[in-house]
């Protein structure tokens, strides 16, 4: 499990990316769609007569649907993503992602990057308030960054990349403040870093904590009051949390201090939903909104419904087995023999029906950083047999694989509906002489284990990302904590960093995806398209690749 992650918690697509169960037979699969466009294909609804009775009542109350959250809902301690998208509604950021992935304004009226690239001036918009109706000022944004610093913080962000001039001093407590942060007045607050990164703004730029409540009896090393903090957050987002009722739904409500005016939708409400119970939820009206596996089925399904409106789109994301590098797993003979003698191809065929593509790096094709250019790792089992040979593991007088008098089996956690990568990874592997051993869990279980390092592999999904460097970084053995470790690639991904301009990154990022296409860090899987669904009765929603349906929230009504 890669920590950097969570850096993305205010971009977090909001929609179940769980896959639906489906043959892993040979299908009749549907035309290819371009996942190079990241433009959204839109099917309006074409009977709102047959919207459902449960959804025509509730006239001030949108409901999606999701997986679990932890109930972790603060922006810089959850592990769930789950808990990202609660936490994106409920806190507000200096600076957010428009529809295109460009940065824009949020909480921040503007910001001012000096002319060496190192030192940020944010100004505030006039008049924030929290949820709770207490002011927003600059103080606040110190006091976020400041945490961030605490030597006794674990969670997800790692600021120390952006290496804020005083920072390091202020961890190791050779300083009782950071010198890089200096709070003009109560609009204004620059901060001086110490190299040019291209992640700083968004880094900088993210959620704000309130000093007054999250700062109460702080002191550097202990953020214990902080930590009971995390069932009763208080934000500066369109919605405050009014309930959470664990494995059902997350209650909120609309902020009356958001800064862009009360939404206009009394209640916004998370419910907990499944591959299994999401269309019909969807269906009789008890959601509003929920992702979908793309593929013909779930679409026309969908489209009979009448009263749907159906978004499909290039995710920004990508689809991996996360490799636990402590194990079997640390030679890369044996990671490439993975990409070589399991059918990836086959697997997406039978999930998308060609709403997806065989993932080769790790990078959405809509990034302007993405490389066709790299190898392809076509299904070879013979080649991958070969590498396994190479790697010390032989075959057995029962076929498995042995080395060192240890049996080549691997461990694989995964959710429900992850029906076709289970069969058709288990039986290919048997072929070459692994024993693939799969856990199904439900994705919290999932994280504890990934946790303890107690799995050799772990079907995952990113965020989705805006930035190449948050896909890159997450591969830095500062930050990667499955073992992974790699020094030339390292270097490549700082220098990835080290520029803000496209034109030189873009060189740097291609010569990095293919040194990881060739180390397999993990083991690709794949591109896909996303699928949405909302009532045709919300005006306002347009779900995209960066911003998911948080950046419509605030505006959306019902008619």
């Not at 200096?94 to 921040?108: E, M």
């Not at 005016?261 to 939820?281: M, R």
Request: glycine share 8%; charged share 25%; hydrophobic share 35%.
């Amino acid at each position: 499990m890669y920590k950097g992650w969570k850096t993305t918690a205010s971009l977090l697509v909001a929609s179940t990316l769980l896959l639906s169960a489906c043959s892993t037979e040979t299908e009749e699969t549907a035309t290819p769609v371009d996942l190079k466009n990241s433009s959204s294909e839109v099917t309006l609804a074409s009977d709102m007569s047959k919207n459902p009775e449960a959804a025509k009542k509730r006239n001030d109350t949108f409901i999606a649907g999701m997986s679990s959250p932890q109930g972790v809902f603060n922006p810089y301690f959850y592990h769930n993503g789950w808990d990202g998208n609660v936490t994106s509604v409920l806190f507000g950021s200096l600076v957010d992602v428009d529809k295109s992935g460009k940065y824009i304004p949020s909480l921040a009226e503007k910001w001012v990057l000096s002319d060496n690239q190192l030192t940020y001036t944010f100004t505030l918009k006039k008049g924030l308030k929290f949820s709770d109706g207490s002011p927003l000022t600059a103080d606040d944004v110190a006091f976020t960054l400041t945490m961030l610093h605490d030597k006794t913080y674990d969670g997800e962000t790692d600021v120390s990349q952006v290496q804020i001039k005083g920072g390091q001093d202020y961890k190791e407590g050779k300083a009782t403040s950071i010198s890089g942060i200096e709070v003009i007045d109560p609009l204004n607050i620059k901060i001086t870093t110490e190299k040019v990164n291209a992640l700083s703004l968004q880094i900088l730029g993210g959620p704000v904590l309130s000093k007054a409540y999250y700062g109460k009896n702080y002191s550097p090393g202990n953020l214990d009051h902080l930590r009971t903090l995390h069932g009763a957050p208080v934000g500066a987002g369109p919605y405050k949390l009014e309930k959470y009722i664990p494995g059902q739904e997350v209650r909120t409500k609309a902020n009356e201090h958001y800064f862009a005016g009360k939404p206009a939708i009394e209640n916004f409400i998370y419910k907990v939903t499944t591959s299994d119970t999401n269309l019909q939820l969807f269906q009789t009206g008890e959601t509003d909104y929920d992702g979908f596996t793309a593929n013909p089925d779930n679409f026309e399904q969908l489209k009979s419904l009448g009263f749907a409106n159906i978004n499909v789109m290039t995710s920004s994301a990508y689809s991996y087995l996360d490799v636990n590098h402590k194990r079997h797993l640390k030679d890369k003979n044996v990671r490439q023999a993975l990409m070589y003698g399991i059918d990836r191809k086959q697997i997406v065929d039978a999930t998308f029906r060609g709403y997806g593509e065989v993932a080769n790096e790790p990078i959405s094709p809509i990034s302007w950083a993405f490389t066709p250019d790299i190898n392809p790792y076509d299904f070879n089992q013979q080649k991958a047999k070969e590498l396994l040979d190479a790697a010390g593991w032989k075959a057995g007088a029962d076929g498995i694989r042995e080395k060192d008098g240890q049996k080549l089996k691997l461990t694989l956690l995964t959710r429900k509906g992850n029906d076709a990568l289970i069969t058709i990874a288990k039986q290919n592997l048997q072929d070459i002489g692994i024993v693939l051993e799969v856990e199904v869990m439900d994705f919290n279980a999932m994280l504890d284990k990934m946790e303890k390092g107690d799995y050799d592999l772990s079907s995952v999904s990113t965020p989705g990302m805006v930035d190449p460097a948050e896909s890159a970084q997450n591969f830095l053995s500062t930050i990667a904590d499955n073992g992974y470790n790699n020094p030339a690639i390292d270097q490549l991904i700082l220098q990835g960093q080290s520029t803000l301009d496209i034109d030189k990154r873009k060189p740097i990022y291609q010569k990095l995806f293919k040194e990881l296409n060739e180390d397999v860090p993990s083991i690709f899987l794949w591109y896909r398209k996303s699928m949405t669904a909302h009532n045709g009765r919300i005006q306002g929603l347009e779900p995209n690749a960066y911003t998911g349906i948080i950046g419509d929230l605030p505006k959306l009504k019902i008619q």
